[in-house]
């Protein structure tokens, strides 16, 4: 066998010829134009190509794989081993650290090897067919077991020391800044007191831009905000070194706010790395200016051997993009007066406290009533209709035999529902709702009793009259009440629901077998007492079990630290691996991650086999390969 080098037109002949790749990136079409490729590796047996590798540079640091593969008549002999082993060996010439790429989420064999060779999941890319989904897998070339990059943003965690508050304000700062971030950005988070140290990691790691986060920053809006989305979108094609808010203090210098600093790492390498400068001290009382700053500076102020290189390459600082800038509310604070209130209100006692419009920052206030809210609404509330979507249980997991033995889900809309059409169900089914919500739970027994499985709509409006307001919380879209529904959007919202069923008549059916199962109603708040429903537990096979986000909600999120809830999200699926290890499992993380398709026992032993933190949360378990039943 001899590896040599190729030219791209031998890897696509090869990549045409291969049955696992069922026309990757449609490269029998005419009009697709040919890959860009930086280094391809060709096997040959007795001067005939067999195998190839071959990809391109990602980042400065990361070399990412487009396709590689070996001939079917040519396996088995060691010749995909040696076509990495020669370019793992060339990458290291190059400088590279890490090696990135991708496979079909159908694609079990692939997906097992390389998570048996020492890759783990970066990113996935999403197709809206489960099976289509794209895993995307890094490794480090030098050391196994080290952080591996996520994509083209990463969030650095400023160790920020406060004017005002001891450490446990700090810690608790701390933790809702990282829970609120996980609303919408499940990547790496990079945490250091020195903003230098932060970009350097960043740098290193290979991503493209870093965002900067201090102590007490919330990423307000994240249930709605894509957060590297309209940051890379904004970035892209853009020639700047930082963005955020300029610091002119009383006139007398200039530098940038380190709270909501985004740095292009790739001007930032090339600009040999500028140190940031002074230690940050938040929150800084500053003025931005309207327009981006080109000078000129006067006295040193924190951040100015950045704006200092900015400026220098000719790149104007400006403020960050609106609808990114306008979703970080700092609720750090900036006296004693205002540590000591924040102290008052964490946890529980938020709920029995009178917010006033003098005692903490516009921002902060803002954000403190929302959580007030749910804090004091939470455990009383009815969810109608689905927040989430249905795309984790639109197929049985690998391994599933219909029909649902048992279902386990929380009181909460619809979702039970599919769930049993796409898993399927009998007369011997078992359904168990669960809640910490009496209400909740109410609810769904009114639902069995009365709804006939037509019109939606109606039947809440109805539900409106039998569980009124002010005895429960109804949780619905855009903050609106009973009161202030629009039911047009709800018309809207069934609609999509009956389309998706295939029409009317075959939810009216389908709920009719439902209403027939027998149904146990349990209160049990997960976070406190798992006891509940853990005693009704079975372990008989092919049973599952739908937690939703119970583990990261704004309620949990802001009685529990991150530390906290990780314990508790620990015990309990510890304790239903013991007891129902066989159970199939749907629902969030205590990081918001997805868990889905795994038993019990599966999910079990893979978490306590490797390290979990909140700054690198694990996404390998949402991503088992999904079936046709």
């Given at each position: 066998?001899?590896?040599?080098?190729g030219s791209?037109?031998?890897?696509?002949?090869?990549a045409?010829?291969?049955?696992?790749?069922?026309?990757?990136?449609?490269?029998?079409?005419p009009?697709t134009?040919?890959?860009?490729?930086?280094?391809?590796?060709?096997?040959?047996?007795?001067?005939?190509?067999?195998g190839?590798?071959?990809?391109?540079?990602?980042?400065?640091?990361?070399?990412?794989?487009w396709?590689?593969?070996?001939?079917?008549?040519?396996?088995?002999?060691?010749?995909?081993?040696?076509?990495?082993r020669?370019?793992?060996?060339?990458?290291?010439?190059?400088?590279?650290?890490?090696?990135?790429?991708?496979?079909?989420?159908?694609?079990?064999?692939?997906?097992?090897i390389?998570?048996?060779?020492?890759?783990?999941?970066?990113?996935?890319?999403?197709?809206?067919?489960?099976?289509?989904?794209k895993?995307v897998?890094?490794?480090?070339?030098?050391?196994?077991?080290?952080?591996?990059?996520?994509?083209?943003?990463?969030v650095?965690?400023?160790?920020t020391?406060l004017?005002d508050?001891g450490?446990?304000?700090q810690?608790?700062?701390?933790?809702?800044?990282?829970?609120?971030?996980?609303?919408?950005?499940?990547?790496?988070?990079i945490?250091?007191?020195?903003?230098d140290?932060?970009?350097n990691?960043?740098?290193q790691?290979?991503?493209r831009?870093?965002?900067i986060?201090?102590?007490?920053?919330?990423?307000?809006?994240?249930w709605?905000?894509n957060l590297?989305g309209?940051?890379?979108?904004?970035?892209?094609?853009?020639?700047?070194?930082?963005?955020?808010?300029v610091?002119?203090?009383?006139?007398a210098?200039?530098?940038?706010?380190p709270?909501g600093?985004l740095?292009?790492?790739?001007?930032?390498?090339?600009?040999?790395?500028p140190q940031?400068?002074?230690?940050?001290?938040?929150p800084?009382?500053?003025?931005?200016?309207s327009?981006?700053?080109?000078?000129?500076?006067?006295?040193?102020?924190?951040?100015r051997?950045?704006?200092?290189?900015?400026?220098?390459?000719g790149?104007?600082?400006?403020?960050?993009?609106?609808?990114?800038?306008?979703?970080?509310?700092?609720?750090?604070?900036?006296?004693?007066t205002?540590?000591?209130?924040?102290?008052?209100l964490?946890?529980?006692?938020?709920?029995?406290n009178?917010?006033?419009?003098?005692?903490?920052?516009?921002?902060?206030l803002k954000?403190?009533?929302?959580?007030?809210?749910q804090?004091?609404n939470s455990?009383?509330?009815?969810?109608?209709?689905?927040?989430e979507?249905?795309?984790?249980?639109?197929?049985?997991?690998?391994?599933?035999?219909?029909?649902i033995?048992?279902?386990?889900?929380?009181?909460?809309?619809?979702?039970?529902?599919?769930?049993l059409?796409t898993?399927?169900?009998?007369?011997?089914t078992?359904?168990?709702?669960?809640?910490?919500?009496p209400?909740?739970?109410?609810?769904k027994?009114?639902?069995?009793?009365?709804?006939d499985?037509r019109?939606?709509?109606?039947f809440?409006?109805?539900?409106?009259q039998?569980?009124?307001p002010?005895?429960?919380?109804?949780?619905?879209w855009?903050?609106?009440?009973p009161?202030?529904?629009?039911?047009?959007?709800?018309?809207?919202?069934?609609?999509?629901?009956?389309?998706?069923?295939?029409?009317?008549?075959?939810?009216?059916?389908?709920w009719?077998r439902?209403?027939t199962?027998?149904?146990?109603?349990?209160?049990c708040?997960?976070?406190?007492?798992?006891?509940?429903?853990l005693?009704?537990?079975?372990?008989?096979?092919?049973?599952?079990?739908?937690?939703s986000?119970?583990?990261?909600?704004?309620y949990?999120?802001?009685?529990?630290?991150?530390?906290?809830?990780?314990k508790?999200?620990?015990?309990?699926v510890?304790?239903?691996?013991?007891?129902?290890?066989?159970?199939f499992m749907?629902?969030?993380?205590?990081?918001?991650i997805?868990?889905?398709?795994?038993?019990a026992?599966?999910?079990?032993?893979?978490?306590?086999?490797?390290?979990?933190?909140?700054l690198?949360?694990r996404?390998?378990?949402?991503?088992l390969?999904?079936?046709?039943?």
């Amino acid at each position: 066998m001899k590896i040599r080098a190729g030219s791209v037109q031998e890897a696509v002949d090869l990549a045409k010829r291969m049955p696992d790749f069922s026309n990757p990136y449609n490269l029998n079409a005419p009009e697709t134009p040919p890959p860009q490729l930086d280094h391809i590796l060709i096997a040959e047996i007795d001067g005939t190509p067999v195998g190839f590798r071959a990809g391109s540079r990602h980042a400065p640091d990361t070399f990412a794989v487009w396709l590689a593969g070996v001939l079917p008549a040519y396996r088995r002999r060691g010749i995909g081993g040696a076509l990495y082993r020669a370019q793992k060996s060339w990458l290291q010439t190059q400088g590279y650290r890490f090696l990135r790429t991708h496979v079909r989420n159908s694609n079990r064999v692939m997906l097992n090897i390389l998570i048996k060779n020492g890759y783990r999941v970066v990113d996935v890319v999403r197709y809206g067919d489960i099976d289509r989904n794209k895993v995307v897998f890094a490794k480090d070339l030098l050391h196994r077991d080290s952080p591996m990059i996520a994509g083209p943003l990463v969030v650095g965690l400023l160790r920020t020391r406060l004017h005002d508050g001891g450490r446990d304000l700090q810690s608790w700062l701390r933790s809702l800044t990282i829970s609120w971030l996980r609303f919408k950005y499940s990547g790496r988070i990079i945490e250091d007191s020195s903003v230098d140290e932060i970009l350097n990691q960043a740098s290193q790691a290979g991503y493209r831009y870093c965002l900067i986060l201090g102590y007490g920053t919330i990423v307000s809006h994240a249930w709605k905000l894509n957060l590297a989305g309209p940051i890379e979108k904004w970035a892209n094609g853009r020639d700047f070194l930082a963005a955020g808010a300029v610091i002119q203090q009383n006139g007398a210098g200039s530098g940038i706010q380190p709270d909501g600093l985004l740095v292009n790492l790739a001007w930032y390498a090339k600009l040999s790395r500028p140190q940031y400068d002074e230690p940050a001290r938040l929150p800084v009382e500053t003025t931005v200016p309207s327009e981006p700053h080109n000078g000129p500076l006067e006295r040193r102020l924190p951040g100015r051997g950045l704006l200092d290189a900015s400026l220098a390459a000719g790149f104007p600082v400006g403020p960050l993009p609106a609808e990114i800038g306008e979703c970080l509310l700092n609720i750090a604070p900036r006296n004693a007066t205002e540590a000591n209130r924040l102290t008052e209100l964490s946890g529980p006692a938020i709920a029995t406290n009178e917010l006033t419009d003098d005692e903490l920052s516009e921002g902060a206030l803002k954000f403190l009533r929302v959580i007030q809210k749910q804090v004091r609404n939470s455990r009383r509330g009815i969810f109608v209709w689905n927040f989430e979507q249905y795309d984790n249980v639109n197929r049985p997991p690998t391994g599933f035999k219909p029909p649902i033995a048992t279902l386990y889900g929380v009181a909460a809309g619809l979702k039970t529902n599919w769930i049993l059409k796409t898993h399927g169900f009998d007369d011997n089914t078992r359904l168990v709702y669960f809640d910490y919500s009496p209400q909740a739970l109410e609810f769904k027994r009114v639902l069995h009793a009365e709804w006939d499985g037509r019109n939606y709509p109606d039947f809440v409006r109805n539900l409106f009259q039998k569980i009124r307001p002010g005895d429960a919380f109804y949780q619905l879209w855009g903050g609106v009440t009973p009161e202030t529904i629009d039911w047009k959007t709800a018309e809207d919202a069934w609609a999509n629901e009956v389309t998706r069923w295939g029409g009317e008549s075959a939810i009216e059916q389908h709920w009719q077998r439902i209403r027939t199962l027998p149904v146990e109603y349990v209160e049990c708040n997960l976070l406190q007492d798992r006891e509940p429903l853990l005693d009704r537990l079975d372990d008989r096979p092919n049973s599952a079990i739908w937690w939703s986000n119970v583990f990261f909600t704004f309620y949990s999120n802001w009685h529990y630290a991150t530390v906290e809830r990780r314990k508790i999200f620990e015990d309990f699926v510890r304790d239903l691996a013991k007891r129902s290890p066989r159970i199939f499992m749907y629902g969030n993380d205590c990081n918001n991650i997805s868990v889905d398709g795994m038993t019990a026992g599966e999910y079990w032993h893979s978490y306590s086999q490797a390290a979990e933190s909140e700054l690198e949360p694990r996404m390998l378990r949402s991503l088992l390969p999904i079936t046709d039943p």
